[in-house]
């Protein structure tokens, strides 16, 4: 056995390789020690990026979170506007039922009732105009999207395929129909 100290064997060559590269132990302590200082570096920055990750996540979350019920509340209160609007045509009618009770003759209670009513049928035509219902005017071509003709009849004033006659006046909202205007059209 040799009588060589630590220190004789921390400078003695670990390694000797082909082209000549000697490593000693106190070499390959020092990198030992630059890759775990690497490492926990590397553990540290993991560590970090995990907890950004995490708030991250959870900030997304709450965003999720706020935007669902924001959504849901725009939702349930979509039609707030419209009501709104409806508001003044109530009072229309209102205010055509009192003004009719003091009139005693009875021609003139028809005509305020009259006046009342056509003011307040403009009032609400011009709500829900506003809204984007309108009505599907009575002198519009045939079209089976947003009529329906519930009867044909041999017409000498009207080309064939044209409305006669409108029973009931069809609505729409924007381009959509609501309501079929319900029509009798020339044979």
Request: hydrophobic share 35%; proline share 3%.
């Amino acid at each position: 056995m040799s009588n060589k100290s630590d220190k004789e064997l921390q400078k003695e060559p670990l390694l000797n390789d082909e082209e000549g590269i000697d490593i000693s132990i106190d070499e390959a302590e020092a990198e030992a020690e630059a890759v775990e200082n690497e490492f926990d570096l590397l553990q540290a920055e993991l560590t970090a990026l995990k907890d950004k990750y995490a708030r991250v996540h959870a900030d997304f979350d709450n965003i999720k979170k706020r935007l669902e019920r924001e959504k849901y509340t725009a939702v349930e209160y979509s039609n707030e506007k419209f009501a709104k609007d409806m508001i003044p045509v109530m009072d229309a009618l209102q205010m055509a039922l009192t003004s009719t009770a003091t009139v005693t003759d009875p021609q003139e209670h028809l005509d305020k009732l009259n006046e009342g009513i056509e003011l307040t049928l403009k009032q609400f035509t011009t709500s829900l105009e506003k809204h984007g219902v309108t009505m599907v005017a009575h002198d519009e071509p045939y079209d089976p999207n947003i009529h329906n003709a519930v009867q044909t009849v041999d017409s000498e004033d009207v080309e064939s395929g044209q409305i006669v006659q409108t029973f009931q006046t069809g609505y729409k909202y924007k381009n959509r129909p609501l309501r079929e205007a319900m029509v009798i059209v020339a044979n």
